[in-house]
C-alpha cells in the first residue's frame, strides 16, 4: 500500500512540475489569422505552383511566346548576380510589346528577396515588372505580374 502510495504522490508531483512548464508556451494563433504572403494578398488565383509554372516556362520559352500566345517572364535574384546596374534595370522589365507579336497575354513574376537598390536614369527609367506598349493598335492584352521583394530603392543617377 505504501508503494501505491508513493507512486501517486511521484506522479502528482511530476504532474505539478510539467504543469507550469506548459504555460510558458507562446499561445496558438489560429493559421487563418496570419499575414499571407504577398503572392496570395495581391490576387486569390496565383498559388505558389503558379509562380512556380510561371517561371519555368519563362526559362524554357525564354522571349517567345507558347501556343497560346502567353509570354512569361521571370525574375530572381540569381538572375541579377555579377550584372551591372544598367543590366539590371533592363533585366527587371521584359521585352517591349510591339504589334506583330501575336501577344495575347503576359504574366510576369519578379521574386527578389534580397535588398536591391536601382540606379535610373532619365534614358532608362526603373520599370521593374512593368510590360511596354510601343505600338498603336494593340488590343486586349492581359498582363499579370506578380511583384515581391524584401526592400528596393531607387536612387536616381546623377550627372557626372
Known amino acids: 500500500m505504501t508503494h501505491l502510495f508513493k507512486l501517486l504522490a511521484a506522479i502528482a508531483a511530476i504532474a505539478f512540475l510539467v504543469a507550469p512548464l506548459r504555460a510558458q508556451q507562446p499561445p496558438r494563433i489560429p493559421t487563418d489569422s496570419l499575414v499571407?504572403?504577398?503572392?496570395?494578398?495581391?490576387?486569390g488565383t496565383y498559388t505558389?505552383?503558379?509562380l512556380v509554372m510561371i517561371e519555368n516556362r519563362a526559362r524554357t520559352l525564354g522571349n517567345r511566346l507558347s501556343a497560346s500566345g502567353t509570354r512569361?517572364?521571370?525574375?530572381?535574384?540569381?538572375d541579377l548576380i555579377g550584372k551591372t546596374?544598367?543590366?539590371?534595370l533592363k533585366r527587371l522589365s521584359p521585352p517591349i510589346i510591339t504589334s506583330g507579336d501575336g501577344l495575347r497575354q503576359v504574366d510576369i513574376v519578379v521574386d527578389l528577396q534580397r535588398p536591391i537598390t536601382l540606379f535610373p536614369t532619365a534614358d532608362q527609367p526603373a520599370n521593374v515588372g512593368t510590360a511596354v506598349v510601343q505600338s498603336s493598335g494593340l488590343n486586349?492584352?492581359?498582363v499579370n505580374s506578380i511583384i515581391s521583394g524584401a526592400q528596393i530603392t531607387v536612387a536616381p543617377k546623377t550627372k557626372e
Open 48 to 50: 505558389a505552383s503558379t
Open 36 to 43: 499571407r504572403p504577398a503572392t496570395t494578398a495581391s490576387s
Open 85 to 88: 546596374p544598367d543590366e539590371v
Open 140 to 142: 486586349n492584352i492581359a
Open 72 to 78: 512569361y517572364f521571370a525574375v530572381t535574384d540569381g
